[in-house]
């Protein structure tokens, strides 16, 4: 059974920086891909950063690009981190983290089959 849980989330000013972390159980394959979506108040879900688990490649949303990271430590450690730096007011959201249930590189929330509960970030003076 996979579960996964988000930590990390919280109040911070803008300009700043947060780290998010992500606990997965079950196996993770390789050919998985696992992925960052935020969702704001009154607004849809939307992808922020995925990677390959095996090769660790990765990808970002334009929005965040340069000032996000998506990583993973090693395969074996099932644990996903999205590095924050540079953040403003509009990066407040429920963050959550996702995981393929097959080969699937992609940006649509739709082809993701395991989520998180969600951890808020709000980015506020």
């Known amino acids: 059974q996979v579960q996964l849980v988000e930590s990390g989330g919280g109040s911070v000013q803008p300009g700043g920086s947060l780290r998010l972390s992500c606990a997965a159980s079950?196996?993770?394959?390789?050919?998985?891909?696992m992925a960052w979506f935020r969702q704001a108040p009154g607004k849809e879900r939307e992808f922020v950063a995925r990677?390959?688990?095996?090769?660790?490649?990765?990808?970002y949303a334009e929005s965040v690009k340069g000032r996000f990271t998506i990583s993973r430590v090693n395969i074996g450690e099932k644990t996903l981190y999205l590095q924050m730096d540079s953040v403003q007011p509009e990066d407040t959201a429920v963050y959550y983290c996702a995981r393929t249930s097959g080969s699937d590189w992609s940006s649509r929330p739709s082809d993701y089959r395991y989520w998180g509960q969600g951890t808020q970030v709000t980015v506020s003076s």
């Open positions: 079950g196996t993770i394959f390789s050919s998985h891909t």
């Open positions: 990677i390959r688990w095996g090769a660790a490649t990765t990808n």
